[in-house]
């Protein structure tokens, strides 16, 4: 793609040109609106802002869940030369408040599910006006989410009045929006509980899917399915705006998908191109395709023997890609860390997965492969345009932390200019936070954080990541998180607890519980062979409940380790 300026208003310009009549967003049971559509869809609706009073360099937030609206507005905001501050759904209401305040929105695009969150709200110094998502209709603060929603199952009337009186604007909104202009201001969830306001240019963002476009080519044969939210950048990014860069087609789910729902659209859509976060291919690792192969002794001795695993995982790969509709040829995972042994299931079962690195401040890929590419752990190498190093590297190790350099990296964060300088080295690069390593093919390995790296006892550094990776591998464990507690590496573990029920069929709360007992001290007993003396793990606690996570599925750690 050429464009004369690396914006979103450029970009959606030459969309529209380039694919006019291809389908360009649909739910998935609905019928696709057509590039041309969309184009004139986001117009309609930026004329509808500038009627209440937005202007550039105003502020508009999205609550909602994914759908084509989320699309429109997105581009309505940022083509006119306002900023997007997209809200992630899962926010709690005095969060969402929170961001509101700190961005000085003057305007929120909300759906009638997320409502409820922004009542109430007295410490808001400016009003914002209220645009209900699923209509583009304005309402006012009084209106209770009860009576939206009799408005919606009766067929909308007083807001299809609404809607309609604002889908008759023409005309055409005169911006000069240009690339070093503020995009969007994105509140991250992080995992040490801290939010900030990642500030991404327009430059930032295209440039990033012009260099993620080359890793895999998208063409308008493509079919896209998201089941990530559109208010974390790597959906919005490599998602949303690389499939409309290819021409393709995104389907978006009405409600939150179940299981069932997610099978049906499989077998509906067949997409060609998904992204996830690892926690949801190493869900249905764990949760069907393992239990598989531990369902009796004998199979479980067959799959011990490295040839007939390979076998065995090149088979239930098929039958995987199958339940997937059959037509996948690209899954990207991002968000964090593979684990070994579902990398080590993909690779076998030639399921064409692929591994991207980021970070929300990066707009959000700086490294990244294609399914035919890609190397064991390693999350590829630098896209175009990217720079990356690792600084401070260990003679032997050659660990360090990841910076990186690009057209991508934010501007900062949002109102804090001294949180800002401290993620800068005096000449201009991004310090991740990320501890890494380069290979000689330039391929980037992700060892962990460096925050919750821990000094062992004579020094060493010890990263709870690499233990967690063993922890997880072990029978009946779903997920885990490694700390330190008064001197000693403690380990909380999650299990499988559907699968015990199913495999070990125990019947009393007793028996239960002297059999966990007995797969924890198995499990200590399991990693601690695997790793360095100075890593051992001294305890280990039984978490009954899943850990909370971040939207991107990464445990909040600083809940369980203080």
């Given amino acids: 793609m050429t464009l004369p300026k690396l914006t979103l208003k450029s970009f959606m310009e030459h969309c529209a040109t380039q694919f006019k009549n291809e389908s360009a967003l649909s739910l998935v049971d609905g019928s696709p609106i057509d590039y041309e559509k969309l184009s004139e869809n986001i117009n309609k609706t930026s004329l509808f802002l500038n009627k209440l009073g937005i202007k550039a360099g105003d502020r508009v937030a999205i609550l909602s869940e994914n759908s084509p609206n989320w699309v429109i507005a997105f581009f309505a905001v940022t083509t006119m030369g306002a900023v997007v501050v997209p809200i992630l759904p899962d926010f709690l209401p005095d969060q969402v408040q929170h961001i509101l305040r700190h961005s000085s929105s003057k305007a929120i695009f909300i759906s009638e599910r997320q409502y409820d969150k922004i009542q109430d709200d007295d410490e808001q110094d400016t009003p914002y006006s209220i645009i209900l998502i699923e209509t583009f209709s304005k309402i006012h603060k009084t209106t209770t989410r009860e009576r939206i929603k009799e408005l919606l199952n009766e067929g909308g009337k007083e807001i299809s009045r609404l809607k309609s009186a604002a889908l008759r604007l ?252 401290n993620v800068f080295t005096p000449d201009g690069w991004f310090k991740t936070g990320d501890l890494g390593i380069l290979d000689r093919d330039d391929y980037l390995y992700i060892i962990g954080r460096i925050k919750n790296v821990i000094i062992g006892p004579s020094g060493e550094n010890i990263y709870p990541e690499e233990i967690e990776t063993k922890i997880n591998e072990c029978d009946y464990v779903l997920e885990s998180i490694v700390f330190q507690d008064n001197d000693k590496l403690t380990a909380r573990v999650h299990l499988n607890y559907e699968a015990l029920d199913k495999n070990l069929k125990i019947l009393s709360e007793l028996e239960l519980k002297r059999r966990i007992g007995e797969i924890l001290k198995k499990v200590q007993q399991q990693v601690n062979k695997s790793v360095a003396s100075f890593a051992r793990i001294n305890k280990i606690i039984e978490q009954t409940e899943p850990f909370e996570k971040t939207p991107t599925k990464k445990i909040k750690r600083f809940l369980y380790t203080s």
Avoid at 318 to 330: C, M, R
Avoid at 340 to 358: N, Q, S
Wanted: glycine share 8%; aromatic share 8%; hydrophobic share 40%.
């Fill in 170 to 421: 023409t005309g055409k909104i005169d911006s000069d929006v240009k690339e070093n202009d503020l995009a969007s201001i994105i509140y991250t969830s992080g995992t040490t509980g801290h939010s900030k306001g990642v500030m991404l240019t327009h430059k930032n963002l295209v440039s990033n899917v012009l260099a993620a476009s080359l890793l895999q080519p998208i063409t308008v044969n493509d079919r896209f399915l998201s089941i990530l939210p559109l208010s974390h950048t790597l959906e919005c990014t490599v998602g949303m705006l690389v499939a409309l860069h290819g021409g393709a087609c995104t389907y978006y789910f009405e409600k939150p998908p179940s299981p069932k729902n997610l099978l049906e659209a499989f077998q509906k859509i067949k997409p060609t191109v998904m992204l996830s976060v690892p926690l949801i291919i190493e869900k249905i690792y764990k949760n069907r395709i393992l239990p598989q192969f531990q369902k009796n002794a004998f199979v479980k001795k067959l799959y011990s023997s490295d040839a007939i695993r390979k076998k065995l995982h090149k088979i239930a790969g098929k039958k995987l890609l199958a339940s997937f509709g059959g037509e996948l040829h690209f899954f990207g995972i991002g968000g964090s860390k593979l684990s070994a042994d579902v990398e080590t299931f993909l690779r076998d079962a030639k399921f064409p997965y692929a591994v991207g690195y980021g970070l929300t401040e990066t707009a959000p890929l700086l490294a990244g492969t294609n399914p035919a590419e890609t190397k064991f752990q390693s999350t590829g190498r630098a896209i175009q345009s990217v720079q990356i190093k690792i600084a401070s590297s260990d003679p032997y190790t050659r660990e360090g932390e990841v910076l990186a350099k690009g057209p991508n990296v934010m501007k900062g964060y949002y109102n804090d200019p001294e949180l800002t300088a």
